[in-house]
Nanobody
Framework: QVQLVESGGGLVQPGGSLRLTCAAS????????IGWFRQAPGKEREGVAC????????AYADSVKGRFAIFRDNNKGTVYLEMINLKPGDTATYYC???????????????????????WGQGTQVTVSS
């Protein structure tokens, strides 16, 4: 089963940018629906962005629309989350998760409910602070 690894987090000032990477060793993510999720201390996990297999569909949380973009590098088999104009409220641990193509749904995008429950990575910390 696919096991994801996130990278690219860090400390950035408000208004700054980061690009997060979601990858799986030896596996291309092209055939999976992929979602990015985040969890801040004391808060529930929330869906940030998701992309269907084949790039047909993307979805974003209202709080990040216009600032975050999810996209694939089909040559590398990876998925990215490009984040611009970061705000202190974006501070959280960011995770990616996968599901089978037919699993792409509002439920997956909003909650991370997936048939590939072991796909979750360990997360990457994003801190937005001056």
């Amino acid at each position: 089963q696919v096991q994801l690894v996130e990278s690219g987090g860090g400390l950035v000032q408000p208004g700054g940018s980061l690009r997060l990477t979601c990858a799986a060793s030896g596996v291309s993510l092209d055939d999976y629906a992929i979602g990015w999720f985040r969890q801040a201390p004391g808060k529930e996990r929330e869906g940030v962005a998701c992309i269907s297999s084949g790039n047909a569909n993307t979805a974003y949380a209202d709080s990040v629309k216009g600032r975050f973009a999810i996209f694939r590098d089909n040559n590398k088999g990876t998925v990215y989350l490009e984040m611009i104009n970061l705000k202190p409220g974006d501070t959280a641990t960011y995770y990616c998760a996968a599901d089978l193509p037919q699993g792409y749904s509002p439920r997956f995008c909003l909650t991370g409910t997936t048939s590939l429950r072991d796909s979750w990575g360990q997360g990457t910390q994003v801190t937005v602070s001056s």
